[in-house]
């Protein structure tokens, strides 16, 4: 992540196993007589990043399908960049 107001590079590492929380379909159909065990229809990860340079703190969401493959990232206050940056 590079920060938008100063340009430092913050690294981070995503540990998704841990770190992403499982989106459920939500089945709005009470009633029901089986039951079925919910399946996860994708995840979601939050991360919040702050530099040491200034206190512009970013924001990152991804989105994963059910497969754990990114479909979606939104970031805040900054840009991704390659990890090659990172040391
Ligand atoms: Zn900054």
């Known amino acids: 992540m590079r920060c938008n107001r ?3 590079v ?3 590492r995503v540990e998704k196993a841990y770190e992403m929380e ?3 379909e939500s089945t709005g159909e009470a009633g029901t007589d089986e039951y ?5 229809v994708g995840y979601l990860l939050h991360k ?3 530099g ?3 206190q512009n703190l970013m924001h990152v969401t991804m989105h994963f399908d059910a497969h ?13 960049v ?6």
């Open 52 to 54: 040491t340079q200034c």
């Open 48 to 50: 919040d990043l702050l």
């Open 22 to 24: 499982a989106e459920y």
């Open 82 to 87: 390659e990890a090659a940056d990172c040391e």
């Open 68 to 80: 754990r493959d990114i479909i979606h990232r939104e970031v805040e206050g900054g840009e991704l």
């Open 6 to 8: 100063c340009g430092e």
């Open 10 to 12: 913050v690294c981070t």
């Open 36 to 40: 079925e065990v919910p399946r996860p």
